[in-house]
């Protein structure tokens, strides 16, 4: 199957601070990406759908200020968790799809801890 | 709102036996259907899907089965094995929109 990667894995950070986390597609164009947070024994919940060159859609109760989603380009898409704080904390997931394809291909996940 | 559900968050089932992970749904508007498998600390790997034009789909040790007038899925691994226990998460989309809605997983625990 296709290859999705996310860095950092694991990331800890003081509260106030802002986090980035990078979701590339390794050997395919994505032509669609679907970030997604996990809490702890809480299903996946979908946050925002972006495609490539274009703004991310969130889903409902998700701030768009708060979560920047950046889609440069057909292989990275970019989550920043703006000015983080400790109910923030999860484990987010992001996912890829090529084009006329439903299938999603997930990334690995980073596990954020605001303190 | 949920619209996938998952109302076993636990199963345990002996090594070659038939494992059975149950999903319902809500809206109508699904057409298409997924089963995916995920360990801790990682993100969920696809397993096995179905689109509503099909009752049942096999792969291996996989079958789905969908009953679209009930609305519910239902995911077979048979037999059974250890290597199996993770926890399974039942995903639908309306295939116009891609996205997908998960359940909350079952957890499986294949004991020896």
């Known amino acids: 199957g296709a290859v999705v990667s996310q860095h950092p894995s694991r990331v800890i950070c003081k509260s106030g601070t802002s986090v980035k986390i990078e979701c590339r597609s390794l050997d395919f164009q994505a032509t669609t990406m679907f970030w997604y947070r996990q809490f702890p024994k809480q299903s996946l919940m979908l946050m925002a759908t972006s495609n490539e060159g274009s703004k991310a859609t969130y889903e409902q109760g998700v701030e768009k200020d708060k979560f920047l989603i950046n889609h440069a380009s057909l292989t990275l898409s970019t989550l920043t968790v703006t000015s983080a704080h400790p109910e923030d904390s999860s484990f987010y997931i992001c996912s890829a799809r090529g084009e006329a394809v439903v299938q999603q291909f997930f990334g690995p996940g980073t596990r954020l801890t605001v303190l | 709102d949920q619209q996938v559900k998952q109302n076993s968050p636990s199963l345990s089932v002996q090594e070659g036996r038939i494992s059975i992970l149950n999903c319902d749904y809500t809206?109508?508007?699904?057409?298409?259907f997924l089963w995916y498998k995920k360990y801790p600390a990682e993100g969920p790997t696809f397993l096995i899907s179905i689109s509503s034009i099909k009752d049942k789909n096999e792969d291996g040790r996989f079958t789905v089965f969908l009953n679209k007038s009930a609305k519910h899925l239902s995911l077979h691994i048979v037999p059974s094995q250890p290597g199996d226990s993770a926890v399974y998460f039942c995903?639908?989309?309306?295939?116009?929109?891609?996205?997908?809605?998960f359940g909350k997983g079952t957890s499986l625990l294949v004991t020896p």
């Open positions: 995903a639908a989309s309306i295939i116009s929109g891609y996205a997908l809605n």
């Open positions: 809206n109508s508007m699904f057409d298409y």
